[in-house]
T-cell receptor, first 115, second 111 residues
Framework: DVKVTQSSRYLVKRTGEKVFLECVQD?????MFWYRQDPGLGLRLIYF???????EKGDIPEGYSVSREKKERFSLILESASTNQTSMYLC??????????????FGEGSWLTVV | GENVEQHPSTLSVQEGDSAVIKCTYS??????FPWYKQELGKRPQLIID?????GEKKDQRIAVTLNKTAKHFSLHITETQPEDSAVYFC??????????FGAGTRLTVKP
């Protein structure tokens, strides 16, 4: 059974703080993703990575960076948190070959509140 | 890039009725279309998918149809039950490493 684990489920941070959201998957998946989920806006792609040390911008990368030093771990970094980054963040992973039908598996989500 | 639009944003049906959710996509190169169900407080999970070489796929009470010419695909749930209440997301993939989602439909099935 695929497991995508997000280390922090609920965080409260202050404006200007640096925030790290960690994600680990245990199925040797090449692809990893960070999405942001907001009501009425669905799942918006922030960044994805298709290999170690590789990253690609999604639709809303501004204010975020990512790190993939090991295949199983993909970190989302908010360099200077702002209130408009209050949201639910979903990590996901998949085998390479999404268009061939390889499923994306999601973590449980991290609820971030920036005050 | 790919743009996926999903309608309606909310849908309320009586138990036993059918529910239909529709999505359109912009990139004609898209070739894989999954649907995810997200129950309250839980992670999205795949419920059915369809590839571009197929027009329809069915799994018990759920089915998905795809019209490549019109660039739209739909989720059909028959004989709805209260446990079908959730947020449903459509998605489209244009290559091996990228997936874009619709805004979601909140389905409520009233007993």
């Amino acid at each position: 059974d695929v497991k995508v684990t997000q280390s922090s489920r609920y965080l409260v941070k202050r404006t200007g703080e640096k925030v790290f959201l960690e994600c680990v998957q245990d199925m040797d998946h090449e692809n990893m993703f960070w999405y942001r989920q907001d009501p009425g806006l669905g799942l918006r792609l922030i960044y994805f990575s298709y290999d170690v040390k590789m990253k690609e911008k999604g639709d809303i990368p501004e204010g975020y960076s990512v790190s993939r030093e090991k295949k199983e771990r993909f970190s989302l970094i908010l360099e200077s948190a702002s209130t408009n980054q209050t949201s639910m963040y979903l990590c996901a992973s998949s085998l390479r070959g999404i268009s061939a039908g390889n499923t994306i598996y999601f973590g449980e989500g991290s609820w971030l509140t920036v005050v | 890039g790919e743009n996926v639009e999903q309608h309606p944003s909310t849908l309320s049906v009586q138990e036993g009725d059918s529910a239909v959710i529709k999505c359109t996509y912009s990139d004609s190169a898209s070739n894989y279309f999954p649907w995810y169900k997200q129950e309250l407080g839980k992670r999205p999970q795949l419920i059915i998918d369809i590839r571009s070489n197929v027009g329809e796929k069915k799994d018990q009470r759920i089915a998905v149809t795809l019209n490549k010419t019109a660039k739209h695909f739909s989720l059909h749930i028959t004989e709805t039950q209260p446990e079908d209440s959730a947020v449903y997301f459509c998605a489209a993939s244009i290559n091996n490493n990228d997936m874009r989602f619709g805004a979601g439909t909140r389905l409520t099935v009233k007993p």
